[in-house]
């Protein structure tokens, strides 16, 4: 399998889709506002883009699977698996805050071999292969040097709808701005991760997260020399639900903490 043409040929679909994303968001109306759940948005513009994004990554592997955050598509037992978060970052655009993302990744069995994440607005685009280094627009990146907490910018996603938590997490919180440079909420888990990789962020946590958050991301980390785990330090996010993706110098201080706070 050629994952390289495989990666080049979906950087191109997300771009597309991105092109249709950045239209609609001169246009867009609050109105056409949808609710999953307790303040879990949707659109149209995230049905639509998920839309376009299977239709042609159909026609890359032909008999894929399918993981999708709107469930447009969902076919699963396959050898070759797309996970596909069309718009990550709903919330951001819909309030006309320029944060948003196309999150892909592309998984063999249970591996993951191709990811991407397209940040729309600044037109950055964030990938690798198998075998491969990480790349942000043609140029290889790698996570940051700096082994010291104290020294580290964080980021994270604060609870929006399971709050049952929100004590310990805040206790969290409360910690870790005392111990690093600062603490941001992008809004966005798959731009975090991607920010991980290219070492503007030391660290990235947050929990209550699917498949389709952080599949692209978390290899993109992994691949730009990274470490990703859940907050009990395994390699499982999935069935988790949450994740710890860091440079690796500081996932032993920052696991310490969480598990201090927020023990999986």
């Given at each position: 399998?050629?994952?390289?043409?495989?990666?080049?040929?979906?950087?191109?679909?997300?771009?597309?889709?991105g092109n249709f994303i950045r239209k609609e968001a001169m246009s867009f109306d609050m109105a056409a506002?949808?609710?999953?759940?307790?303040?879990?948005?949707?659109?149209?513009?995230?049905?639509?883009?998920?839309?376009?994004?299977?239709?042609?990554?159909?026609?890359?592997?032909?008999?894929?699977?399918?993981?999708?955050e709107e469930d447009t598509e969902n076919i699963y037992n396959k050898s070759y698996?797309?996970?596909?978060?069309?718009?990550?970052g709903t919330t951001n655009f819909i309030h006309g805050i320029p944060t948003y993302s196309i999150s892909i990744a592309l998984y063999e069995e249970d591996r993951p071999v191709v990811g991407v994440v397209y940040e729309i607005n600044r037109g950055e685009m964030f990938y690798s292969y198998k075998g491969a280094p990480a790349y942000l627009n043609n140029k290889e990146i790698s996570v940051s040097k700096n082994a010291l907490l104290?020294?580290?910018?964080?980021?994270?996603?604060?609870?929006?709808?399971?709050?049952?938590?929100?004590?310990?997490?805040?206790?969290?919180?409360?910690?870790?701005?005392?111990?690093?440079?600062g603490l941001r909420r992008i809004g966005s888990a798959a731009v975090d991760l991607v920010y991980v990789a290219c070492g503007r962020f030391d660290g990235y946590f947050e929990y209550n997260l699917n498949a389709y958050d952080v599949a692209a991301g978390a290899f993109i980390v992994q691949q730009a020399g990274g470490v990703v785990t859940n907050f009990s330090g395994g390699n499982?996010?999935?069935?988790?639900?949450?994740?710890?993706?860091?440079?690796?110098?500081?996932?032993?201080?920052?696991?310490e903490t969480i598990k201090k706070h927020f023990g999986s």
């Open positions: 399998m050629d994952y390289e043409l495989i990666c080049n040929k979906v950087i191109a679909i997300a771009r597309l889709t506002i949808e609710y999953k759940g307790l303040n879990d948005l949707v659109s149209y513009v995230d049905k639509n883009a998920e839309k376009q994004l299977v239709k042609n990554l159909k026609k890359i592997l032909p008999g894929a699977g399918f993981i999708t698996t797309w996970i596909i978060d069309p718009l990550d104290s020294q580290s910018l964080l980021a994270t996603g604060f609870p929006y709808y399971q709050f049952d938590k929100q004590p310990e997490y805040i206790r969290l919180f409360t910690e870790m701005m005392q111990k690093c440079h499982e996010i999935f069935n988790a639900r949450e994740v710890l993706a860091s440079n690796g110098l500081v996932t032993a201080e920052i696991l």
